[in-house]
Nanobody, 127 residues
Framework: QVQLVESGGGLVQPGGSLRLSCAAS????????IGWFRQAPGKEREGVSC????????YYADSVKGRFTISRDNAKNTVYLQMNSLKPEDTAVYFC????????????????????WGQGTQVSVSA
């Protein structure tokens, strides 16, 4: 059974850091692209970052470029999202997702590219 479990969210002050984890079970994570998305109250879900299974290429939304870093630990079957210099506008529920579509996907930040989703973890940035 494919399962993704996010953790690491919490409340942090502006300028602070958090590291989110996405633990995979039921499949080998490095064979599949993993993406991070977020959804703030009243807003549409947006893609944040992605790491490709094929060559490890990474993708970042412009809003987080230079502040967030995605990485993968194959031994732990886990993907991480290191978030630095957090801003209040980063407040959202963060989800990880995995794509099984291979080259038939719709791009790193299109939700239709992904087949399985985690339950999400809340990140709140506030003074």
């Amino acid at each position: 059974q494919v399962q993704l479990v996010e953790s690491g969210g919490g409340l942090v002050q502006p300028g602070g850091s958090l590291r989110l984890s996405c633990a995979a079970s039921g499949f080998t994570l490095d064979y599949h692209t993993i993406g991070w998305f977020r959804q703030a109250p009243g807003k549409e879900r947006e893609g944040v970052s992605c790491i490709s299974s094929s060559d490890g290429s990474t993708y970042y939304a412009d809003s987080v470029k230079g502040r967030f870093t995605i990485s993968r630990d194959n031994a732990k079957n886990t993907v991480y999202l290191q978030m630095n210099s957090l801003k209040p506008e980063d407040t959202a529920v963060y989800f990880c997702a995995t794509s099984w579509k291979g080259s038939n996907w719709y791009g790193p930040f299109d939700g239709f590219s992904y087949d399985y989703w985690g339950q999400g973890t809340q990140v709140s940035v506030s003074a």
